[in-house]
C-alpha cells in the first residue's frame, strides 16, 4: 500500500473520532453559565480525550514520516489501535457522565491504555521489520518517554482505587510527556 493512502486513511478515521466526540457533548439544560458549568465533567473528558487523539496524530504522522514501507502487519496493527480509538468517544462520554465511577474511569483507562500498547507494538514491528532507516530506530521507541508513559498509567490505575478520577488525570499528565514531538521525528 502507498504510503500516502495508509496516512489519508489514518487522518480521515482520526478527525471522524474528534467529530464523534464534539457531537456527544450533551447541551446545557438552559442558555446560562450555570447549565454550562454543571457540564464540566463532559468538557474535562472531552478536551483531555482530544489531547490524545491530536498526540496520536502527530506522533503517527511523524514516525511514518520516517517509515519507509507500509506491510500487512503494519496495516493489521494499525487497524487494531483505530479500532481501539475509536471507542474514545464513547469512554469519553461514559466518563464525562459518571466522572466518580470507577467502572467508568476504568472502562476510559482501559481503553486509552490499549490504543497506547497497541501502538507501542506497531512501533515496535516497524522497527523490527526494518521498515525504517537505521538512524531512526532509537527514535521511535524512546524507552526513557514510554517507561515514563506507562508508569503514569499505571500510578493512574492505582490512584483511581482511592480516587477514580485519577485516571482520567493521568491521561491527561500523559499527554504532557508526548505533547511536544521529538523533533528528530519531524521530517518535513
Given at each position: 500500500?502507498?504510503?500516502?493512502?495508509?496516512?489519508?486513511?489514518?487522518?480521515?478515521v482520526?478527525?471522524?473520532?474528534?467529530?464523534?466526540?464534539?457531537?456527544?457533548l450533551?447541551?446545557?439544560?438552559?442558555?446560562n453559565?450555570?447549565?454550562?458549568?454543571?457540564?464540566?465533567?463532559?468538557?474535562?473528558a472531552?478536551?483531555?480525550?482530544?489531547l490524545?487523539?491530536?498526540?496520536?496524530w502527530?506522533?503517527?504522522?511523524?514516525?511514518?514520516?520516517?517509515?519507509k514501507?507500509?506491510?500487512?502487519?503494519?496495516l493489521?496493527?494499525n487497524?487494531l489501535?483505530?479500532?481501539?480509538?475509536?471507542?474514545l468517544?464513547?469512554a469519553?462520554?461514559?466518563?464525562?457522565n459518571?466522572?466518580?465511577?470507577?467502572t467508568?474511569q476504568?472502562?476510559?483507562?482501559v481503553?486509552f491504555v490499549?490504543?497506547?500498547?497497541i501502538?507501542?507494538l506497531?512501533?515496535?514491528e516497524?522497527n523490527?521489520?526494518?521498515?525504517?532507516?537505521?538512524?531512526?530506530?532509537?527514535?521511535?521507541l524512546?524507552?526513557?518517554?514510554?517507561f515514563?508513559?506507562y508508569?503514569?498509567k499505571?500510578?493512574?490505575?492505582?490512584?483511581?482505587?482511592?480516587?477514580?478520577?485519577?485516571?482520567l488525570?493521568?491521561?491527561?499528565?500523559?499527554s504532557?510527556?508526548?505533547?511536544?514531538?521529538?523533533?528528530?521525528?519531524?521530517v518535513?
Amino acid at each position: 500500500m502507498k504510503k500516502e493512502r495508509f496516512v489519508a486513511y489514518n487522518d480521515a478515521v482520526l478527525a471522524i473520532i474528534v467529530t464523534i466526540m464534539v457531537l456527544s457533548l450533551p447541551q446545557p439544560k438552559a442558555a446560562n453559565w450555570a447549565s454550562i458549568w454543571a457540564l464540566r465533567t463532559h468538557f474535562a473528558a472531552y478536551a483531555i480525550s482530544f489531547l490524545q487523539v491530536t498526540i496520536l496524530w502527530i506522533t503517527h504522522h511523524n514516525f511514518f514520516n520516517l517509515v519507509k514501507k507500509i506491510d500487512r502487519v503494519v496495516l493489521g496493527l494499525n487497524a487494531l489501535m483505530l479500532f481501539t480509538v475509536s471507542l474514545l468517544p464513547y469512554a469519553t462520554e461514559f466518563v464525562g457522565n459518571h466522572v466518580w465511577s470507577l467502572t467508568a474511569q476504568l472502562f476510559y483507562g482501559v481503553v486509552f491504555v490499549t490504543f497506547s500498547l497497541i501502538l507501542t507494538l506497531l512501533l515496535v514491528e516497524i522497527n523490527r521489520r526494518n521498515l525504517i532507516e537505521a538512524q531512526h530506530k532509537t527514535v521511535i521507541l524512546d524507552k526513557r518517554k514510554l517507561f515514563l508513559d506507562y508508569a503514569i498509567k499505571v500510578l493512574g490505575f492505582v490512584g483511581a482505587i482511592f480516587f477514580p478520577p485519577a485516571i482520567l488525570i493521568s491521561a491527561l499528565l500523559d499527554s504532557l510527556i508526548w505533547i511536544i514531538p521529538d523533533r528528530r521525528t519531524e521530517v518535513a
